[in-house]
Nanobody
């Protein structure tokens, strides 16, 4: 599985961006997808994840970010609204193909086998 993240950029505080993660493979609907971010000088942290159609979120982004997926396009999205300077980071998408009986999304980085190259988001104050 190869992942290509895009959509990052420079935005003012209060603005919005939509990140995309295009995945290879013919069974995208079975992938568990996640978004993580790494701010300068900090460890990579969980942002959002999705298994079927409902997402889970870090408390820091809940109510502002929305994760979604379009299985027909093999793409996952992260809609980011009301961005804050503290959202500045490199954003990574990740994927794994869990057993079918695993129905939940995961916050754990170790759960994801495949990672994209990252897309940089800078929020100015």
């Amino acid at each position: 599985v190869q992942l290509q993240a895009s959509g990052g950029g420079l935005v003012q505080a209060g603005g919005s961006l939509r990140l995309s993660c295009a995945a290879s493979g013919q069974t995208f609907s079975t992938y568990r997808m996640g978004w993580f971010r790494q701010a300068p000088g900090k460890e990579r942290e969980f942002v959002a994840a999705i298994r079927s159609m409902s997402g889970i979120y870090a408390d820091s982004v809940k109510g502002r970010f929305t994760i979604s997926r379009d299985n027909a396009k093999n793409t996952a999205y992260l809609q980011m609204n009301n961005l804050k300077p503290e959202d500045t980071a490199v954003y990574y998408c990740a994927a794994d193909v869990p057993p079918l009986e695993v129905l939940s999304a995961s916050r754990r980085q170790a759960a994801y086998e495949y990672w994209g190259q990252g897309t940089e988001v800078t929020v100015s104050s």
